[in-house]
């Protein structure tokens, strides 16, 4: 029997949910524990849950975990769903700086530093700061649920609330997003390419297709480019896939003002 025990974990992201065959649909999230320590919690069927468990990001909660043993990468745990309690969230503005404490330790230099550090711990999870990026948009190859996605979704899930049933069945988003962008390294900018898995990502395509219309690409691309890269100091929290430990994703997004990041040192890696 699987041995859980208590934490206290910073909310940092989760990601655009997909079907599942056991609880109809989940979401992955990560979060940094009061230690200091990274996890990945997996798995959370975030739109189930009843809405007093629903936290949000940079939100402090209460959960009982322990460690997957279908997942052997070091972060990941799972989650005993019943045991969620939130218990407060950080300020927005003056809240960076205490955020910042948080995630800085977690940051490597570059993508090349983060895959050899994967490589000689296992290590998962981490920040890095991109040089510059573009957004890229791709039509997905499967723009739809398959028959069998769609049957996944359609099942009662273990967590369903009666308020749960009365959801909106989950829409899949048809384009696959992705950043591509360029990391100093000591011998030269590399570039890379990686791809966006971010909820809040998917959450503003949908947004901007119901306010805009056919054009939602140009308000799409005002806030993942323009805005970023004139008022923002983006970093992206990135995490490998369960199947494929070697291959990479953007997880989450951080963003803070400028000022505020540079006031903080939020581009110093670890001994930086």
Known sequence: MARYHQETLLILTKTYPAPSRNHREISCVAAINQIGEMRR?????????DGEQQFHRWEWVNARITKAKDDHRPESFKVDIDSIERIHKMGTNKGWAERMQWIAPHFLPNYDALEARRQATGQTLGFIHPSD?????EPS????WTPEEQAKLIQDGLFDTTEAKTRFLLKKVPFDFYYSYTCQTPEEQTRYKHKLTDWEVDALYWNCQKDYGQNWEKYFRLRLEADFSQNKEIAFLMGTMHRFPDQWLIVGLVYPPKSMARQQAFLLPPNG
Do not use: E, G, N, Q
């Open 133 to 137: 990026f573009t957004l890229i948009i």
């Open 41 to 49: 919690l997996f798995p959370i069927p975030f739109r189930l849950l």
């Open 141 to 144: 190859d499967a723009p739809d």
